[in-house]
């Protein structure tokens, strides 16, 4: 704990690690098998529950509870765990579950920004730089990849995928995956069209742009079904990583694609 600065009030179980130059505010608690990289900072009325470790220079806002045992109904208490990278913000009241199978794990990249009242739920898999909205919701095994973001109130179902530079509109339900760089909103969702703007934002080639643009157009607005379209793109478009990228994401998909 070199250098940490611990309020009198937080509760830290003998059995975690606190790494240098953490700050851990008023009523917190740190339990056994919690590993706190430094440069990290609670508020206050703050829960981190093990196993779990996270990277250096994670801030977690008030009354956040993170590292919690799985709500599956399936878990017996079995060890199971919780792993985040560095640099990631979890504000108010947001939730994350531990793996649910003995020795499984919830994993999350790095750089963050999980806004009030997220949940990611057991067996999730979350990229780096995505940024989830207030009330976006995880339900279990879902996988997201770098650079999404979840619009707010978004819901998604379990085992779905959504891939990355992907985006959902606000109460959004998500019940197939999300195809790379394509933008999904409603109830259910659809796909809307590709997204232009987080394209831009991230420094994409005007190559790519068009890429995904025709890609966009075989996949939702051609009388094409998947695998034709998947083929189409491969023999017409530009051999590229994003369309190399959303030609493996759409043909791996095991629940489907957002149509």
């Known amino acids: 704990m070199s250098g940490a600065r611990i309020h009198p009030t937080a509760v830290i179980d003998s059995g975690a690690e606190i790494g240098a130059d953490c700050e851990i505010g008023p009523y917190s608690v740190i339990g056994a098998g919690v590993v706190l990289g430094e440069g990290s900072w609670l508020q206050h009325h703050v829960s981190l529950t093990g196993p779990s470790r996270f990277g250096k220079g994670n801030r977690f806002h008030a009354f956040c509870s993170i590292g919690g045992r799985t709500q599956d109904l399936k878990y017996a208490a079995e060890p199971t765990h919780l792993e985040v990278g560095d640099g990631n913000t979890f504000r108010?009241?947001?939730?994350?579950?531990?793996?649910?199978?003995?020795?499984?794990?919830?994993?999350?990249?790095?750089?963050?920004?999980?806004?009030?009242?997220?949940?990611?739920?057991?067996?999730?898999?979350v990229g780096d730089d995505v940024i989830f909205s207030n009330n976006g919701t995880l339900a279990g095994h879902v996988t997201v990849e770098d650079h999404v973001v979840l619009g707010g109130f978004t819901?998604?179902?379990?085992?779905?995928?959504?891939?990355?530079?992907?985006?959902?509109?606000?109460?959004?339900?998500?019940?197939?995956?999300?195809?790379?760089?394509?933008?999904?909103?409603?109830?259910?969702?659809?796909?809307?069209?590709?997204?232009?703007?987080?394209?831009?934002?991230?420094?994409?080639?005007?190559?790519?742009?068009?890429?995904?643009?025709?890609?966009?157009?075989?996949?939702?607005?051609?009388?094409?079904?998947?695998?034709?379209?998947?083929?189409?793109?491969?023999?017409?478009?530009?051999?590229?990583?994003?369309?190399?990228?959303?030609?493996?994401?759409?043909?791996?998909s095991e629940r489907g694609i957002i149509k």
Do not use: W
């Open 92 to 125: 108010e009241f947001v939730t994350v579950n531990r793996g649910t199978a003995p020795g499984a794990y919830t994993r999350i990249g790095s750089r963050g920004n999980f806004l009030a009242y997220c949940h990611i739920a057991h067996d999730c898999t």
């Open 155 to 252: 819901a998604v179902h379990q085992f779905c995928r959504l891939g990355r530079h992907s985006m959902t509109g606000g109460c959004s339900k998500i019940v197939q995956d999300v195809p790379p760089y394509m933008i999904a909103d409603g109830n259910p969702a659809r796909i809307r069209g590709i997204n232009k703007t987080g394209l831009e934002r991230h420094g994409f080639s005007s190559e790519a742009a068009r890429a995904l643009k025709e890609a966009y157009r075989l996949l939702y607005r051609s009388d094409l079904n998947v695998a034709q379209a998947v083929e189409q793109m491969s023999e017409q478009l530009p051999d590229i990583a994003e369309i190399g990228h959303l030609t493996g994401f759409v043909t791996k």
